[in-house]
T-cell receptor, first 114, second 112 residues
């Protein structure tokens, strides 16, 4: 079992659907992240949670809504997405009080918006 | 703001040969961390090697080593004795105070 698990691995949704991505980490970390990885574009940091509190929101549209009920779980709720939101969404965790900032990634959720 | 630049979108290497991936970064900080991450096709991104800026000695991990030039703000990754399993996208990353900035990535192809 990997340290960071993401479900579903693949998701296809219409623009009017509501869906959620789930991330779970088994590493005892207290910081969790959502990144967006699109083809031909750099990795984009979306949200950061430290000890369940959101500490960063990188001007992400409101159609993406994160939720962090505890330090081990992170969700990304999706609503009325656009085709340009199709991408690989990566969850990561780290030891939040660590200076190194080393990230541990999940395998990603491949999202296709029709 | 910190930036990380990987000037080689794609690289290729013959199996068993050596390849070097380039990375430069910009920062005004003195105590930070640098990383190379590997993302194989359809698999999760994993850490390859880490360098602490206050350490002058270059980090090594088996066939992977870095050339860290702090003054030049350069952090290249050398892969020796390349193997087919090394084929992946490689990301250079800078981290300070727990916050990471990534380069655009270099896709490495290994030819048998």
């Amino acid at each position: 079992e990997t340290g960071v698990t993401q479900t579903p691995r693949h998701l296809v949704m219409g623009m009017t659907n509501k869906k959620s991505l789930k991330c779970e980490q088994h590493l005892g970390h207290n910081a969790m992240y959502w990144y967006k990885q699109s083809a031909k574009k750099p990795l984009e940091l979306m949200f950061v949670y430290n000890f369940k509190e959101q500490t960063e929101n990188n001007s992400v549209p409101s159609r993406f809504s994160p939720e962090c009920p505890n330090s081990s779980h992170l969700f990304l709720h999706l609503h009325t997405l656009q085709p340009e939101d199709s991408a690989l969404y990566l969850c990561a965790s780290s030891q939040g009080d660590s200076k190194t900032g080393e990230l541990f990634f999940g395998e990603g959720s491949r999202l296709t918006v029709l | 703001a910190q930036t990380v630049t990987q000037s080689q979108p794609e690289m290729s290497v013959q199996e068993a040969e050596t390849v070097t991936l380039s990375c430069t970064y910009d920062t005004s900080e003195s105590d930070y961390y640098l990383f190379w991450y590997k993302q194989p096709p359809s698999r999760q991104m994993i850490l390859v090697i880490r360098q602490e800026a206050y350490k002058q000695q270059n980090a090594t991990e088996n066939r992977f080593s870095v050339n860290f030039q702090k003054a030049a703000k350069s952090f290249s990754l050398k892969i020796s004795d390349s193997q087919l399993g090394d084929a992946a996208m490689y990301f250079c990353a800078y981290a300070y105070a727990g916050k990471s900035t990534f380069g655009d990535g270099t896709t490495l192809t290994v030819k048998p």
